[in-house]
């Protein structure tokens, strides 16, 4: 079974501009959460869909968004880029995201990098 | 707050010496507790898990047992190789959330 993919693997932006990061899950897997993670916060949980569905939320901004399709694949988006969102963002899938017992698999992430 | 706490890194250990890199948690209830590794340029990988309190979840020669009277969750090695130097991540279920620990980077020389 393939894994957890993510694209870009790496993206470059000033800011102001705004960026959409990719996430294929695993096949059958509903759940996709996305987390930043950067040398100084550490990973920070940003969101989690589930059935096309936002389902959890972290002490993000607005301008932190995602989404979900049908067939689970899942969308980030970031607007008005901050240099503090230089950061690398990991998204994770599990089967069915069943209050955390479930076992996450990571994609490599996206580094993101703002100018 | 954050809800996980582990040691510091980094940690710097000769091949075959004994690992331990503590973990404590603050949450309600009965979480599950995982141990994640990250190798350079990769993304996490989940390492081991204990659902239920004297739990032991194992791996690769890893081991942690989840002790809910002092909500610790210490990761440990009888011997550990090279190849497991990596940052190590402790974390826990809280609210449906997985909150993470800061990272232990372990460095094992030859």
């Known amino acids: 079974k393939a894994g957890v993919t993510q694209t870009p693997r790496y993206l470059i932006k000033t800011r102001g501009q705004q960026v959409t990061l990719s996430c294929s899950p695993i096949?059958?897997?509903?759940?996709v959460s996305w987390y930043q993670q950067t040398p100084g916060q550490g990973l920070q949980f940003l969101f989690e869909?589930?059935?096309?569905?936002?389902?959890n939320k972290g002490n993000f901004p607005g301008r932190f968004s995602g989404r979900q399709f049908s067939n689970s694949r899942s969308e980030m988006n970031v607007s008005t880029l901050e240099l503090g969102d230089s950061a690398l963002y990991l998204c994770?899938?599990?089967?069915?995201?069943?209050?955390?017992?479930?076992?996450?698999?990571f994609g490599p992430g996206t580094r993101l990098t703002v100018l | 707050g954050n809800s996980v706490t582990q040691m510091e890194g980094p940690v710097t250990l000769s091949e075959e010496a004994f690992l331990t890199i503590n973990c404590t948690y603050t949450?309600?209830?009965?979480?599950?507790l995982f141990w994640y590794v990250q190798y350079p340029g990769e993304g996490l990988q989940l390492l081991l898990k204990?659902?239920?309190?004297?739990d032991k979840g194992s791996n690769k020669g890893f081991e942690a047992t989840y002790r809910k009277e002092t909500t610790s969750f210490h990761l440990e090695k009888g011997s550990v190789q090279v190849s497991d130097s990596a940052v190590y991540f402790c974390?826990?279920?809280?609210?449906?959330?997985?909150?993470f620990g800061k990272g232990t980077r372990l460095h094992i020389l030859p």
């Open positions: 994770a899938s599990s089967l069915r995201g069943d209050r955390g017992a479930d076992t996450q698999y």
């Open positions: 869909y589930f059935s096309e569905t936002q389902r």
């Open positions: 096949s059958g897997h509903r759940s």
């Open positions: 949450a309600t209830g009965y979480p599950s």
């Open positions: 204990a659902t239920k309190a004297d």
């Open positions: 974390a826990v279920n809280r609210d449906d959330k997985i909150i």
